[in-house]
């Protein structure tokens, strides 16, 4: 059996094509983490100015909680692999802050909130921030 010219052309490039898509695959970047929700809920110690900052977050990752205002952030880790956090920080009412999450050496974008007392997401006095 005789081919006729250009088929194992054909042949070869489809097999080149291929194999390029197969590589590429294997090298092309990860999707971002997603960035967290806003916290659920803020509460805040009036004696020592300190916020208890709870929320959810990707099972196992890095969780950073960051406020502007202060320069200063607290990190923790979901070690029981629940997908929630709890963060203490010292704040003042109304201050701008930021949560991020990390897995391994991907990070989320950060989401920004107002340091406010807040319960199930929503906050207690919606005009104390205004």
């Known amino acids: ?45 009036v004696t020592t100015s300190e916020w208890l900052i709870t929320g959810n977050c990707l099972q196992g990752a890095l969780v950073t909680v960051f406020n502007e205002a202060t320069g200063q952030g607290s990190v923790v880790e979901d070690r029981d692999l629940d997908g929630k956090y709890e963060i203490r920080l010292q704040a003042t009412r109304c201050d701008l802050a930021w949560v991020q999450q990390t897995i391994g050496q991907d990070a989320s974008a950060p989401t920004t909130f107002v340091i406010d007392e807040t319960v199930d997401g929503i906050p207690i006095d919606p005009q104390a921030c205004k």
């Open 1 to 45: 059996m005789q081919l006729k010219p250009g088929v194992m052309q054909r042949r070869s490039f489809s097999l080149a094509a291929v194999s390029f898509l197969v590589l590429a695959g294997c090298v092309s970047p990860t999707l971002p983490l997603p960035p967290p929700d806003a916290p659920l809920s803020l509460s805040v110690d």
